[in-house]
Each structure stands twice: as C-alpha cells, then as structure tokens.
C-alpha cells in the first residue's frame, strides 16, 4: 500500500455565520478556497450561550450537501418543506439541498457547551438539482470500533474496517472517521486512492502522519496514496478523517448557492426571490 503524506497544512480563521454564530472556518478562507469537492469546512465550540444562541435562521440552499456532525449540544433543524429534526451530541445529518430549500438551524439549550462540524460537500452537475432530502443519524447509529490498541473510530459515512456507517447513497461515495488515539498509539487507515482526503485535528498535542505533525486546529492535505498511517505523541489526540470523490466541475458560487455557471446563480437567486425553493 502506498501511504498518504501531507502535502499542505492549514490553520483555521475565525469567522461568524448564520445570526452571529462564532466558529472557525478552515476550507473556505483564503488560505484554502476548497478543496474538491469540500467547498467548507467550519468547527464551533463554545460554552457560553452568547456565541451561539441566535443560531442559523431561515436561509436557503442549492446544489450541494451540507454535512453537520455534533460533539455536544442540541440543534433543531426545520425546513420549508415541512421537515423537522434534532442533531444531539455524537449524531450527525447529511442533507442533501439539490434543487433547493429553505432551512434553520436553532439551539436548543441557552447556556452549556455546543460543538461541532458542519461540512459542504459539493455535487456533480448530474446531481445539483435532484430532489431535496435529509439523513438524521442518532448518536447510537453510528458504529464504534476499535480496530487497533489505543485507538477509537466512529464510521460516520463510508466504510472503515468492514463496518459500513449510516449514511448512504451519496454520489461522492465520501469517508467521514471520528478518530480517537491513545497516546502513542498508531492506526492505517485504508482510503480509495481517487478521493480527495483530509485530516482535521481537534483534541491533543497533534497527530504524526509520515513526517508531519499536525498541531491542534490544523487541517492536513493528503497527497496521493491508498493509505494513511496516524501517531499519537505523548498526549491522547483526537481528528475527523475526511475523503471523497473529486468532481473536477467547474464551480459558481454565490452565498449559499453552488451551481457550475453564473447563469445558474441568477436563476436560484430569482428562484429564490420567487418563492420557488
């Protein structure tokens, strides 16, 4: 097996979203525009309500997936369509928006700790316009394993070890790991050597991948190869493995509209405009 190095490193940028929202966002800032076919990547944690408590109101989307994966907290998503549903601490939602809708995300606690991803993924020009739909992953749907001594992973989407996770059916064929390591302890993870991968550190000292160290709060590129190895130094760590199938489409962007050409933009913006979402 040929084994993944990081090509690139990047630090996240602190950023604000939805009414005031605090967060960093590490893809979709200068130093890392995308990264095909990830088009953002924002990580939110805080204890105090004020940070976080005027939520995401009414917005609209078109043409790509948001992907919501939370470590703490409770968030209350609802929809023009008339769908409704909770993301609790270790649940995820994959949301497919297609041809568009209109959503809020909400708190639903005013103090305590709220934290998490939330993750775009783009789709191919075939697939932009399908019908809208939503994946709600409980916490206890998703599969933990132990495949190695010291090391912890929850199969988010993809599969990992055998163990297929939750989520499915998306075009992309992503691999979304929660991985924890005990100090010292080392893990191979297989990948699909045509996906676009990233590693994204949250908890401990860093993770050695070859000869890179990602410090806390640092995304990792992955360069080519159908395998990467993970370290642990001398603290516990704890990273989201990311990887799926680059679209190499052209992409127009606007706001939260992400379609091919800008013809396509001015129309999810009349169709918006016009009720049509």
Do not use: C
Request: no cysteine.
């Amino acid at each position: 097996m040929n084994t993944r190095s990081v090509i690139r490193r990047v630090r996240g940028l602190p950023a604000s979203d939805g009414a005031g929202v605090k967060l960093t966002r590490v893809i979709g800032q200068p130093a890392l525009d995308m990264l095909d076919p990830f088009l953002l990547l924002d990580a939110f944690g805080s204890e105090h309500g004020a940070d976080y408590i005027a939520g995401f109101p009414d917005h609209p989307h078109r043409g790509f997936e948001t992907v919501t994966y939370m470590l703490a907290g409770r968030m209350r998503h609802r929809d023009n369509h008339g769908n409704s549903g909770l993301l609790t601490g270790g649940g995820a939602q994959w949301m497919t928006a297609g041809r568009g809708l209109v959503h809020s995300e909400m708190p639903e606690q005013n103090e305590g700790e709220m934290r998490g991803f939330q993750l775009w993924v783009n789709l191919p020009a075939a697939h932009k316009m399908m019908a809208p739909r939503y994946q709600d992953i409980a916490p206890e749907q998703i599969p933990e394993l132990e495949p190695a001594p010291g090391a912890r992973v929850r199969v988010i989407a993809g599969e990992a070890f055998g163990t297929p996770g939750p989520v499915r059916d998306i075009v992309t064929a992503p691999l979304f790991l929660d991985i924890a390591l005990a100090a010292g302890a080392q893990l191979q993870v297989p990948l699909p050597a045509q996906h676009t991968a990233f590693v994204y550190t949250f908890e401990g000292a860093g993770v050695r991948i070859v000869d890179s160290t990602l410090d806390n709060g640092e995304l990792g590129v992955l360069g080519a190869g159908d395998m990467v190895e993970l370290a642990a130094g001398a603290d516990d760590a704890r990273l989201i493995l990311v990887a799926a199938q680059p679209l190499r489409e052209p992409v127009a962007r606007w706001g939260p509209f992400v379609m091919n050409t800008p013809q396509e933009i001015q129309q999810a913006l009349a169709d918006y405009r016009d009720g049509r979402l």
